[in-house]
């Protein structure tokens, strides 16, 4: 057993509390520390990713072996899928936590915050790491407890309205997906998600079934905020200190929804059409509903938290189609591309909106203002905020050099051949909008003139701050090499089979 | 807030103590025993919440007692942390392995790592329910009339 694997864990969980303590005792041990958790989870994350292949680990905590084929232990399991989300979390975070070292410094109790910071993402990796249903549940609960208490940091009014809205939802949403566990539970008698899938293998009640998973997809939807159950994503993401909105955005509606949904519905449960044409559905609503509800915005961080709404649309409805390919049996190659497509733009998504959300926080630094009607010209004041949003914007509205232009190419190629052309105009109806909002934001944020132009003395942001964008605009140039062929097979290919066959994995884990 | 009346003060005086010693006794035997760290680290909250209710909160410094707990709070945790991470260096190097001598079923002192763990989730409960107890009564004072 992999003696690395339970670090994802233990590590930013420990790191999270000693912060607490020593923090008190030492200034500024805080950021240092947790930039260091950070960044020694990256590395541990980017080893897995170059080796993981398409191996399945296994790791069981406390060492207790299944007794007569019956997992009893904890089961903590890396697959190719998942070290790409663990990947995508701790750059994210490290990105982010860098970014907060001058950013947070106007905020009290700042120890607070990196504590919280650490502890989100403890909850995070678990819920990735995880392969029990119940402790997935556990994690998840600690990841969103913990980024209740960040949106609301500021603690003004509008911060404290939002984590309330956000706390009832997220409340909600951990109450059905407990109930849909304990209606496994009580059928299954078991929790791992290897096991579930080879009990309910061997027969079941069709109605049971089909209710406990609409209830996991109403649950894992609400926390992923697919469209109807999207209602407060728009305030959470806009309340929150800006490096925490980029983690939500760019990593927690993922983590805690996406990817649960993926691997709960190619993995644990047997593809049926009914539920893959409703997740495409939910996918294409979110997808075109997101981007309406956008373009009208006037406030930087909604416009970009309801542009969040709609690629995750474009995620939901490309795995939805691949969904489709599988239960109807024909053609794998093209569901498998509708997959990679989907998971592509998934780890897309996380680089440019994480992008987004820091050039967001920046201007709102130094000019103190949310409002894009208020800002101009600042172009020539914020040359790098400036270069690298120009980046972001053009990543997300899929335009050819950066990387959202290929996974939005791959999703369009796969709905054509699939022959589900609707589906394929509206994916780029979708973007041409994408593109005209965020061609609005550029021209109000950095090109407009202002009128009281001279009268601001606007500077340039920090190092920290400017850091953590430049690497993230990079990050956003290079991952359009994912879709070259040769690169595409060692990262992208091992994730698509772990979904694509759905009883290897379960074979595996209960077979190791 | 003020305390209430001698005679309530006199038995939370007599009460308080014993349920104090209930809850270690619940802790330590959480391994032989229903109950546990978390029941027992309810029942030792329990105890300092009766005290501050009876003596009122003019009688103990609030915002200092609510460190302290903070604190103890954090080191609880880190400490099962560690204990949990301790199988990773010793016996069979594994996450969360009980790797201290079992002993004898029933008797005290045997079901290796348990009791430790026990022992520190029942201070973590304790300090956490005190804490959040503190953290509500510190916000009631603060509030303007």
Redesign the interface.
Known sequence: ?N?LI?LFV?VP??GA??I??LG?LIRNLDKYLASLILLFLVSVSFWFLLTTGDKVTV?????WEPVNGIPIA?YMVLDGFNTLVLCIINIIGFVSVFYSITYMSRYTSENYFYALFCLMIAGMNGVVISGDLFNIFVFLEISAISSYALVAFGVEKNELEATFKYQVLGALASFIILLGIGLIYWKAKTLNIADIRMVFSSGYDRAYYLLIQILLLCGFGLKAAIIPFHAWLPDAHSSAPSPISAMLSGVLIKAAGIYVIIRLFFNMFAISQGMSVLITTLGALSMVTGVFLAIGQWDIKRLLAYHSISQMGYVVLSVGIGMMMISKGIRDEIAALAIAGGLFHLINHAAFKGLLFLNAGAIEYTTGTRDLREMGGLAKQMPVTAATSFAASMAISGIPPFNGFFSKLIIIIAAVLAKYYLLAVLAVIVSIITLASFLKFQRYAFFNKSDDQNKRNIKEVPFPMLFSMIVLSIICLLLSILALPGIRETILMPATDILMDPSKYASQITGI | MKGMTVIVKKTTQLIAGLVFLYGIYVIIHGHLTPGGGFAGGIIIAGSFILLILAFGSDFIRLTKEETGS??YE??A??IV??L??S??LFG???????WLPKGTAGELISAGMLPLYNIFVGLEVAASILTIFLALIIFKEEMPE
Do not use: E, V
């Not at chain 2, 069979?92 to 009980?98: G, K, L, P, S, T």
């Open positions: 057993m003696p339970p233990i969980l420990a509390f000693l607490m303590i008190r790791y069981k905590a406390g060492g904890i | 903070t604190m954090n080191l945790i880190l942390t560690f949990a991470a199988g990773m069979a190097r594994i996450f969360f392995i009980n």
